[in-house]
């Protein structure tokens, strides 16, 4: 059974860095072709693709944020970290993450998702 | 990048009825296009891949067809778990993935 849960702070200031840690199990970061994504979602809006980190260490993000995203995994812990600097109240938004579905043919498919967590960027 | 749109942002329908929600994408995704229901206070879920390929566990009841930039997902006969937020992805190119501002389908 695959599982994946989100933990961190719910509620951020202004201009701090947000770190988001997903925790998965069933599945690992060692298999070829196996990525996991942070995917978000402002309250009633739409789903946004944020990052993408592969299992060989390929490493991508939304262009509108790149400057501020790093993205790593600790393979040994299942552990994939989110790490957004100077946060905005625009960021306020559930934060999901998401198993890819294991592709080496560039097939970005989300099999498996968290939760998420409402985090609120709010002095 | 590729944009997505939906429509319509919201359908009005009767269990039982059957459920047509449209997604254009800004240029040809060929048959890269998945497409994901979201339930009140849940994670989305995959339901199509491949344009019309369901997913594991989804009931027949949904289909999806359409190649290039015109897809469409149909719903058969609307059970009242089937209430929920529709959006469509497109991974042709990326990054980024990008999804629709998805099609709200709630009780008439």
């Known amino acids: 059974q695959i599982t994946l849960e989100e933990s961190g702070p719910t509620l951020v200031k202004p201009t701090q860095t947000l770190t988001l840690t997903c925790t998965f199990s069933?599945?690992?970061?060692?298999?070829?072709?196996?990525?996991v994504a942070w995917i978000r979602q402002p309250p009633g809006e739409a789903l946004e693709w944020v990052a993408l980190?592969?299992?060989?260490?390929?490493?991508r993000y939304i262009a509108s944020l790149r400057n501020r995203l790093t993205i790593t995994k600790d393979t040994s812990k299942n552990q994939v970290v989110l790490t957004m600097t100077n946060v905005d109240p625009v960021d306020t938004a559930t934060y999901y993450c998401?198993?890819?579905?294991?592709?080496?043919?560039?097939?970005?498919?989300?099999?498996?998702w968290g939760q998420g967590i409402l985090v609120t960027v709010s002095s | 990048e590729i944009m997505m749109t939906q429509s319509p942002a919201t359908l009005s329908v009767s269990p039982g009825e059957r459920v047509t929600l449209s997604c254009r994408a800004s240029?040809?995704?060929?048959?890269?296009l998945a497409w994901y229901q979201q339930k009140h206070g849940q994670a989305p879920r995959l339901l199509i891949y491949?344009?019309?390929t369901r997913a594991t566990g989804i009931p027949a009841r949904f289909s999806g067809s359409g190649s290039g930039t015109e897809f469409t997902l149909t719903i058969n006969s609307l059970q009242s778990e089937d209430f929920a937020v529709y959006y469509c992805?497109?991974?042709?190119?990326?990054?980024?993935?990008?999804f629709g501002p998805g099609t709200k389908v709630d009780i008439k």
């Open positions: 069933g599945f690992s970061l060692r298999t070829d072709g196996m990525g």
């Open positions: 491949g344009a019309s």
């Open positions: 980190i592969f299992w060989n260490e390929d490493k």
């Open positions: 992805q497109q991974y042709k190119n990326w990054p980024p993935v990008t």
């Open positions: 998401a198993q890819m579905r294991p592709s080496r043919s560039g097939v970005i498919l989300f099999d498996h």
């Open positions: 240029q040809s995704v060929s048959s890269n």
